[in-house]
C-alpha cells in the first residue's frame, strides 16, 4: 500500500468518525430535548397536586407536614438542577484546541480570496490534521454533552419517583 492509499484510508477513517459522532451529538440534543419537556409535564403535574392537596396537608398531623415538605423541597430541588443539566448539555456547542483549523475561521481577519488561496495550497496532511482536529473538538462536544444529558436524566427518573411518593402521600392522607 502506497502513501497515496494510506492517506485516503486515514482521511476515509476521519470523515466516517466525523459523520458517526455528529450523529451522536444531534442524540443527545434529542434526549435533552425529550427530558426538557417532560421535565415541563412533570411540573405541571406537581403543580395541580400542589394546588389541589395544600388544604389537605395543612390539616394533617406535624409527622405528615414535614415529610410532604420535604418531599416538596426535594422534588423543586431535583426539578431544578436537572432544567440546568438540560440547559448546560445544550449550551455544549464549543470545544477548543490550540490546532487552527481552516474550516472555521475569523471573517473579520480573512477575506474570500485569502481563503481560497490557504485551502489550494494546502496538501494532503494539513487535510488530515484539520479533520483530525475536527473530530477531537467534536468529541469533546460529545463528552459534555453525555456527562450533561446523563446528570440530567438521573435528576429527572429522580424527579419521577419524587413525584411518585408525593402521590402516594396525597392518596394515603385523603
Known sequence: ????????ERTTFLFQAI???TSLV??????ISIVMAANMGVLAIFLSILKDNVLIIKNTDCFLLIISMILFVLFMLSWLISVVYSIEAIKSRIAKSEYISNWFFDTSTLDCKTYIKQTQKMQDIDLENNLANELFKLNSIHNKKIYNVNIALYLFLSEIFILFLILLLAIFNL
Open 1 to 8: 500500500m502506497n502513501s497515496a492509499d494510506k492517506m485516503n
Open 19 to 21: 459523520v458517526n459522532i
Open 26 to 31: 444531534q442524540l443527545s440534543d434529542t434526549k
